[in-house]
């Protein structure tokens, strides 16, 4: 189930968005909730084919959102 489908936003709203999602989450680990997760950071399945036919390995929008990841790592 995927619980932050935030398709066309921007990254800064996107990155906001899952930070407090994280923020909210984190409050179950004293409720002893295991909450299994995967996936990466950032991607769009629909863009995966179109990219992987075009030799692009990254995404345009995946540079934006690491950077803001890595500010707050």
């Known amino acids: 189930m995927s619980l932050?489908?935030?398709r066309g936003q921007p990254a800064e709203k996107a990155f906001a968005f899952h930070?407090?999602?994280?923020?909210v989450l984190a409050?179950?680990?004293e409720e002893n909730?295991?909450?299994v997760a995967s996936g990466t950071a950032v991607h769009k399945v629909r863009d995966l084919g179109a990219l992987m036919r075009s030799g692009t390995k990254v995404a345009?929008?995946?540079?934006?959102f690491d950077a803001l990841l890595d500010k707050v790592a």
Do not use: T
């Open 27 to 29: 409050k179950l680990r």
């Open 60 to 64: 345009p929008y995946v540079a934006p």
């Open 19 to 23: 930070y407090k999602l994280g923020e």
């Open 4 to 6: 932050a489908d935030m």
């Open 33 to 35: 909730v295991l909450i």
